[in-house]
């Protein structure tokens, strides 16, 4: 599992505030991905990392931000947050040519 | 990025063997064709990759015909543990592999 954490698990938290979750690996990977998974949509790249401090945008990037100052971390910040980011949040690393996927967060914004 | 398209849904019995196909018309050369497995409330895991002909490890096997403008992912046997969504992706995968794009993927439901 490429030694992922994901923290928090679940979080519940209200419109117009912000949120950060963080991303955590043990493997030295140098790719990492935020996902969200919404019900008939699969999972939806949100950014992804090439390295520390290089960033770039997926498919669903607007409303989110994500920094990288260190190999191991991941994180991606809500600045706002709006009840359509209610999702579940994914994620990844690459090693070669597999992916390795974190255990999720689930995010709920009332 | 190729677009997929496989089925949204597919049923099937304990012991029977799955086929799920994916098609992917506008592959590139260089393009590499990937298969997830997801279990409910966990993320994406891989499960099998093929350039071309027949990939087998000891999960499934992959078909892929000369052409390349479909693959088709073999379950044999399966059983109740093996109802998971499955995502065939489509990616170069060195280079500029770096934006993974999932589909919605298959439903796999396995049946007593």
């Known amino acids: 599992d490429a030694g992922i954490t994901q923290s928090p698990r679940h979080k519940v938290t209200e419109t117009g505030t912000p949120v950060t979750l963080r991303c955590h690996q043990t493997?030295?990977?140098?790719?990492m991905y935020w996902y969200r998974q919404d019900p008939g949509h699969g999972l939806r790249l949100i950014h992804y990392?090439?390295?520390?401090?290089?960033?770039d945008k997926g498919e669903v990037s607007d409303g989110y931000s994500v920094s990288r100052s260190k190999t191991e971390d991941f994180l991606l910040t809500l600045e706002s947050a709006t009840s359509s980011q209610t999702s579940v949040y994914f994620c990844?690393?690459?090693?070669?040519?597999?992916?390795?996927f974190g255990p999720g967060t689930r995010l709920t914004v009332t | 990025l190729a677009k997929t398209t496989q089925p949204i849904s597919m049923d099937s019995y304990e012991g029977q063997e799955v086929n799920i196909t994916c098609s992917h018309n506008?592959?590139?050369?260089?393009?590499?064709i990937t298969w997830y497995q997801q279990f409910p409330s966990q993320g994406p895991r891989f499960i099998i990759q093929g350039y071309k002909t027949k990939v087998t490890n000891e999960v499934a096997s992959l078909f892929i015909p000369a052409d390349r403008k479909s693959s088709t992912l073999s379950l044999p046997r399966v059983s109740l543990s093996d109802t998971a969504v499955y995502y065939c992706?489509?990616?170069?995968?060195?280079?500029?592999?770096?934006?993974?794009?999932f589909g919605a993927g298959t439903r796999l439901a396995v049946h007593p």
């Open positions: 990392s090439y390295g520390v401090k290089d960033t």
């Open positions: 992706l489509v990616a170069l995968v060195s280079g500029g592999y770096n934006k993974l794009i």
């Open positions: 990844a690393t690459r090693d070669r040519d597999e992916q390795y």
């Open positions: 493997e030295n990977h140098r790719y």
């Open positions: 506008n592959i590139a050369t260089n393009d590499y």
